[in-house]
């Protein structure tokens, strides 16, 4: 029987690797192990639901949390860029001083490239009269999505979308590139009769029964991206009210499987408040907390996506619905979690006392959580609470409730699945603070004592100790430079440790010879990819000097599938303009193997992107992870 399970978990492995290459390797991979967000070399058992169909149910670890959540963390585009001017790392572009006008030509040689190269390319790559490999194409309309500036660009994903003699991958990333239009920049977004009008697409494609079921939900999904994209000023599409209407009225159906109703849930949970009626918060309430809705009883997958919903929309008794699953001592392991993720990233709203009724809550439901990952998510709930008390100046949760300490204590007794979830906490609960009084320098000079203590002391493997090095990160504790130093250069220690402890440097932001010389060590091993992704990306968040092009170089010279990917997202996140010229040169050479032109598609389409941080936050952070559905699971893993 074991050897047939572990035939059958290569068979995904492999059938789910195939996917993302098939999608132009714009879906990412993790590593040997497969696709998709970071996952333990052995999964725990987790109690699996019996009535939900086509459900994945996450049984990975801290590094899941982390894969999904890094985005938010890390420096965005322009901080790189700012970094880079002043090391003069922009050695193609050849600035070398830190001033306004830098950072303004920086971005000029973007919309001078994207204009000049990478949209003719790609338009070259969509044409219907010069073939191309399925692939190429995948790749070519999800980097057209994120560099698309006038409706041009919209029709020829419009035309691949609707095409079903098509691929399903092909069709599936046009689809998804219409979501990718959408602009946190106001001056950059698109006219709101051209987005009524893919919005329209968009929900007519999923209309069509006859459509394969991932493109169907695909549509909802970019429908959700566009949420915070401008509307018509009429009375009806004002705010998003008509896109909401037909969303609910679309869940209220039946579907044999649960890809739709979770695409449905997610988009409605990101549409503006304004918009959504209070009918649709009341049942969206009644689905959450299993109460009979139009008849029916929902499984626990889409309860969890309800809630999740709910919570998003600031529905009335949003805090006291969170509080009553989590006190609850029968509730499904799934809708806990989405409880937990909820309170997590609407921590920020709560007052004072709401803070406090929130710690006590999850002081009494973590140490009775049978679930491990469940239990870690409320660790990081906790640790967001704490966060929110000490940006605010008061010390209410770290004197009176005793947070801080709860959270180091759970870090060093705690049960060896949720050690790293509590150590992830103590660094949520640094991340961005400064100390505005005495109480607060105080705590977190423990909470950073108490990371690094762990990571030169903690028990458990490597694999564990790597939470306490990314949450060294997220406190920038400056303090462990040494130390994180020493971890990267012993090839002695896990080679995910020393991946983590490559990204944690890079965050501290103190660029030594001996830092360089150490990232540029480890990005030339092929032991393992993971110490060559750590420092990949180290290296691109550093903008130490000369990055791009030795990330060229590695990209032209790799062979390596998953270094591949890791390169191509490294110069996407660097963004530097005249990496442009190489990488379409990459791109057209047949000689080069597939994998090289199809990462050098991506890369530019990543260097092009105006938004600052991926649009894939949009849908990865604070995520409802512990229950999703394979197309959430690809749209979570979209590069």
């Known amino acids: 029987m074991r050897i047939v399970s572990c035939c059958l978990l290569l068979l995904v492995a492999v059938f789910a690797a195939d996917a993302a290459w098939a999608h132009g390797g714009n879906f990412r991979e993790s590593g040997p192990q497969g696709p998709g967000v970071d996952t333990p070399d052995v999964a725990p058992k987790v109690r699996r639901p019996t009535t939900t169909e086509n459900a994945t149910w996450i049984a990975g670890d801290w590094q899941t949390w982390w894969s999904l959540n890094r985005d938010a963390f890390l420096p965005d585009k322009r901080t790189v860029r700012r970094r880079a001017l002043r090391t003069a790392a922009s050695s193609l572009f050849g600035v070398g001083r830190v001033e306004s006008s830098g950072l303004t030509r920086w971005e000029r040689a973007l919309e001078q490239g994207a204009v000049e190269i990478a949209l003719p390319y790609l338009f070259e790559v ?55 239009v959408r602009r946190s920049d106001r001056a950059a977004q698109l006219p709101a009769a051209t987005l009524t009008a893919i919005r329209a697409f968009l929900i007519a494609l999923f209309d069509e029964k006859d459509a394969p079921t ?148 999850l002081y009494k439901s973590i140490p009775r959580e049978a679930h491990w990952f469940a239990a870690g998510l409320e660790q990081i709930a906790l640790a967001a609470l704490l966060r929110e008390d000490l940006l605010a100046g008061q010390t209410r949760l770290v004197e009176t409730y005793r947070v801080a300490r709860y959270l180091q204590r759970q ?37 950073r004592a108490a990371l690094t203590k762990g990571l030169r002391h903690g028990r458990g493997s490597d694999e564990v100790l790597g939470a306490y090095a990314v949450g060294l990160g997220l406190a920038k504790a400056d303090g462990a430079h040494s130390l994180l130093l020493d971890v990267l250069r012993d090839r002695k220690r896990s080679a995910r440790l020393r991946g983590h402890c490559a990204v ?70 660097f963004g530097d303009p005249a990496a442009a010229r190489p990488l379409v040169r990459m791109a057209k050479d047949k000689v080069e193997g597939l994998r090289v032109r199809l990462m050098s598609v991506v890369a530019l389409g990543l260097i092009f992107d105006p938004e600052p941080r991926p649009s894939r936050v949009r849908f990865t952070t604070d995520a409802n992870y512990p229950s999703r559905t394979p197309a959430l699971g690809q749209v979570f893993n979209i590069r």
């Open 411 to 447: 870090a060093v007794r705690g049960r060896s699945m949720t050690r790293p979830y509590a150590a992830l906490a103590l660094g949520v609960a640094c991340y961005g603070l400064e100390p505005v009084n005495r109480a607060c320098a105080e705590t977190l000079k423990d909470l």
């Open 126 to 180: 969509l044409d219907p009269a010069t073939p191309q490999d399925d692939r190429m194409i995948a790749a070519a309309l999800l980097a057209l999505g994120r560099i698309a500036r006038d409706a041009a660009a919209v029709a020829v994903l419009k035309r691949y979308a609707a095409d079903a003699d098509q691929r399903m991958e092909v069709r599936e990333s046009a689809v998804l590139a219409l979501g990718l």
């Open 214 to 361: 991932r493109v169907r939900a695909f549509a909802i999904y970019s429908l959700g991206l566009l949420a915070d994209q401008p509307y018509p000023d009429t009375l009806l599409q004002r705010d998003g009210r008509r896109v909401t209407q037909v969303l609910w009225e679309r869940l209220r159906r039946r579907y044999a499987a649960a890809e739709l109703p979770v695409a449905l849930l997610t988009a409605l949970g990101m549409q503006p408040r304004p918009g959504v009626p209070s009918g649709v918060l009341q049942g969206l309430r009644s689905i959450a907390t299993d109460k009979p809705f139009r008849g029916r009883r929902w499984d626990a997958m889409r309860r969890s996506h309800a809630l999740s919903a709910y919570a998003r929309l600031d529905g009335p008794d949003w805090l006291s619905i969170v509080l009553w699953v989590l006190r609850g001592t029968r509730e499904h392991v799934a809708v806990r979690a989405a409880a937990a993720i909820a309170l997590n990233r609407r921590a920020p709203d709560l007052d004072d006392d709401d803070r406090g009724l929130a710690a006590r809550s």
């Open 504 to 573: 944690t440097l890079a965050l501290l932001g103190r660029d030594t010879p001996l830092l360089r010389a150490a990232l540029h060590k480890a990005a030339e091993e092929r032991v393992s990819p993971f110490v060559h992704r750590g420092a990949v990306r180290a290296l691109a968040l550093l903008a130490a000097p000369e990055t791009a092009r030795k990330l060229l170089d590695q990209l032209e010279t790799t062979r390596s599938r998953f270094a591949v990917g890791v390169v191509a997202g490294a110069l996407g996140r």
